[in-house]
C-alpha cells in the first residue's frame, strides 16, 4: 500500500486518514469478478463489492484476537466476507449469527459458510443492525467491526457502510439497541480505530447505554497512514 511520509507533509489531520480509507476501498473497487484470500491460514472467497481482507487489515487482526469463549453464542453485526463469524466457529462458538446491511455481502457469508461447511454452526441475515432479529434472540457477545469513518454525507452506497458511518447514527443504535440481544452477563466487542474513529463519541453511547468500556487489544498497522486497531469490550455496568 501508499506510504506517507508525515515529515514531508506534515502533521496528518482526521481528514487525510478519511482519504487514505477512501483510496483503500477504491483500489478493492478494481475487483470484477470473486477472487481468494487467506485469514489465519483459512481461505475465504471475497465477493465484489463486498469488504475485502486483501486490501483492508483489520479483519484478520479482529479474527485473530476476538477472544471467543467454548460454547457461547454470538452476534456479528456487517460480516462482510464472514470470516470472522466463520473462525469464532472454529475457535468454539456453539451458535453464530451474522447480519449484513449489504445484499452482495450476505451473498458471500454464505458462500463462505457453505466453504467451510458451517451452516449447522453459523447463519447469516440480510438487514440494518438488529432488525432481523426475533425480538427474544439473545447472546452472548456481540461484535462489529465498525465503520470507523465519521462523515457528514447522510446518504452512501452499501459497500462505503462498511468504513464510513454518517453523524455515527448505525454506531449509535449498535451500542444503544445492543442491550436488547445481550444476555445478562455478555459483552459488546467493538472493532475501531482511534487514528480512524471518534472515541469520545463511543464513549457517550456507552455511557448512555448503561455500559462500562474497556480496552481489551490494540496493535499497529496501516492503510494509506500508519494507524491504530483496537478492541474494546462494553458490558453492563454493575450496581
Not at 452499501?158 to 452477563?185: C, G, I, M, Q, W
Request: glycine residues 6%; proline residues 5%; without cysteine.
Amino acid at each position: 500500500m501508499e506510504k506517507s511520509n508525515e515529515q514531508d507533509i506534515g502533521p496528518l489531520e482526521y481528514d487525510d486518514y478519511i482519504e487514505g480509507t477512501r483510496k483503500v476501498l477504491e483500489k478493492s473497487k478494481s475487483e470484477k469478478k470473486p477472487y481468494k484470500v487467506t485469514v489465519l491460514d483459512k481461505e475465504f472467497i471475497v465477493f465484489p463489492g463486498v469488504f475485502s481482507p486483501k486490501y483492508f487489515n483489520d479483519t484478520e487482526l479482529f479474527a485473530a484476537n476476538i477472544p471467543v469463549q467454548e460454547g457461547e453464542e454470538m452476534l456479528e453485526i456487517g460480516p462482510g466476507t464472514g470470516a470472522i463469524s466463520i473462525i469464532a466457529a472454529y475457535k468454539g462458538a456453539k451458535r453464530v449469527v451474522a447480519i449484513d446491511v449489504n445484499p452482495e455481502a450476505v451473498k458471500n457469508t454464505l458462500a463462505n459458510i457453505e466453504l467451510h461447511q458451517m451452516k449447522d454452526k453459523v447463519e447469516v441475515r440480510q438487514g440494518n443492525l438488529y432488525e432481523p432479529l426475533a425480538g427474544n434472540e439473545k447472546f452472548d457477545t456481540i461484535f462489529w467491526n465498525t465503520p470507523f469513518g465519521f462523515v457528514e454525507q447522510d446518504e452512501i452506497p452499501d459497500l462505503e457502510k462498511s468504513v464510513y458511518d454518517p453523524h455515527y447514527k448505525s454506531t449509535e443504535r449498535f451500542l444503544k439497541e445492543a442491550t436488547n440481544h445481550l444476555k445478562e452477563d455478555g459483552r459488546v466487542l467493538i472493532g475501531f480505530s482511534t487514528t480512524l474513529g471518534k472515541l469520545d463519541l463511543i464513549q457517550k453511547f456507552a455511557d448512555e447505554s448503561n455500559l462500562s468500556l474497556d480496552l481489551l487489544y490494540e496493535a499497529e498497522s496501516e492503510e494509506v497512514h500508519p494507524v491504530k486497531f483496537e478492541i474494546f469490550e462494553a458490558r453492563f455496568k454493575k450496581s
